[in-house]
């Protein structure tokens, strides 16, 4: 049975005559002229492999990873096969553009066999992100720059709307973590209110996260270029490593699911921890569904809980931050089943829930919330966050003996020790 294939450029049309006259292994039915031209055939279906010509489009991770979706394996023509200073993307095969057309109808028969197998087999748990995303099926030898994969942790923090105080345990998790000498990493993935840089002072306009993805979206991205992207910060006597985010809302399209799970591949590399700060919202746009090529808002944020070894869901603790906790986390559990959540309530006081409120929160969580049992509760102490955001900078520089600061380190596993003062005798 041949394979169907399509040509994008003339150089990969040039082919079809010799393609055709081997009688096997493939069959060209359509050559086209436009990269929407080829996205559109590949969507109805019609081919198994696509075939694209130097310079005839641009290959990114996000556009691989939607043909891929489609069931479509790419193989690209090359002037010269890619060397040490040229990305490639992942998901593409390489081939020789002076390649012969029977050794080419081997190279797409083979991409097309690894890409079956890899499928058949394959966990889909990461294709929420983007319902035209999958995982990377078809891995081409690493170029020289891209790391193996790291085996350093991914923890996410998140929450439903309402400020919980994501933003603040995730500065605060990193911080402590940074600060016991474990090497971590920062990112601001909240594609609707980024804040970490304005609340670590960090007053530049580079969104280091948008620079990291567009370096990500084009193949070969590595912990070194995260580690010249991101931003370092003094953390009593440890450093901190720091993505910073968007600087406008508008700016939301630049974080492609695809090229932020590249970036937080990365960052296992980089770092032993990466805490990921992200939005809340998890609605998938199906107003956009039609458009197939489309970004999604929300991607980013459902992006970062898949990837994620761990979710920290951060929840307030009163009246109304309880039951939106409790219906975000059905809203989580549907659409990224393979999340398991720390549930964490923030912002604990006795004047928002009554007497002894931790026992009150536990026994309405016991009756009213989901299965997932309570991880933490955090007290509330706004004077010691107003003086960290007013210093640009972790609680534990500022307020070292904070309730809220020691709740924190706890919930990262960071020992606490709180010496006696000084002239105690």
Not at 87 to 105: Q, R
Not at 122 to 132: F, H, I, K, N
Not at 158 to 182: D, F, K, Q, Y
Request: net charge negative; aromatic share 4%.
């Amino acid at each position: 049975m041949s394979i169907p294939v399509i040509t994008l450029g003339a150089m990969a049309s040039a082919y079809v005559p010799g393609l055709e006259q081997l009688r096997g292994p493939v069959t060209v039915v359509r050559r086209c002229e436009e990269l929407s031209e080829l996205i559109a055939a590949c969507q109805t279906g019609l081919a198994r492999a696509a075939i694209i010509a130097p310079g005839a489009a641009e290959l990114t991770a996000s556009l691989v990873d939607r043909l891929r979706f489609a069931g479509v394996v790419v193989v690209a023509l090359f002037d010269g096969l890619p060397d040490s200073r040229t990305a490639e993307v992942d998901g593409v095969d390489y081939v020789e553009a002076s390649i012969e057309p029977a050794a080419l109808a081997d190279a797409v028969t083979r991409a097309v066999e690894r890409f079956e197998t890899a499928s058949s087999g394959l966990r889909t748990s990461l294709a929420y992100a983007d319902p035209l995303d999958v995982p990377s099926n078809v891995a081409p030898p690493p170029a020289e720059s891209v790391d193996a994969p790291g085996h350093g942790r991914v923890i996410t923090v998140w929450g439903p709307t309402g400020a919980p105080g994501r933003t603040t345990v995730a500065i605060n998790m990193a911080a402590e973590l940074a600060a016991h000498g474990v090497s971590a990493l920062l990112v601001d993935a909240d594609t609707y209110g980024a804040s970490i840089g304005a609340s670590l002072g960090l007053l530049d306009e580079s969104a280091g996260v948008a620079q990291a993805c567009r370096i990500a979206d084009q193949g070969g991205f590595s912990g070194a270029a995260l580690g010249r992207i991101a931003v370092e910060v003094a953390i009593k006597g440890g450093r901190l490593r720091v993505l910073t985010g968007i600087t406008r809302p508008d700016r939301w399209p630049e974080l492609r699911p695809p090229a932020l799970g590249h970036v937080l591949e990365a960052g296992r590399s980089l770092a032993d921890v990466t805490i990921v700060d992200c939005g809340f919202c998890l609605e998938a746009d199906e107003e956009l569904s039609f458009d197939t090529l489309a970004p999604r808002r929300n991607g980013a944020t459902l992006r970062c809980l898949e990837a994620a070894d761990a979710v920290v869901a951060v929840g307030a603790a009163d009246a109304i931050g309880v039951p939106r906790l409790v219906k975000a986390l059905a809203e989580l559990a549907e659409a990224v089943p393979t999340a398991a959540p720390r549930v964490v309530f923030n912002k604990v006081r006795s004047a928002a829930v009554g007497r002894a409120p931790e026992t009150q929160l536990r026994e309405a969580w016991e009756r009213f919330g989901p299965p997932a049992r309570i991880s933490a509760f955090l007290p509330a102490d706004p004077s010691a966050v107003d003086q960290a955001l007013l210093a640009g900078t972790a609680l534990l520089e500022t307020s070292p003996e904070s309730p809220l600061r020691i709740a924190i380190a706890q919930l990262a596993d960071v020992p606490v020790v709180v010496g006696r003062r000084r002239g105690a005798r």
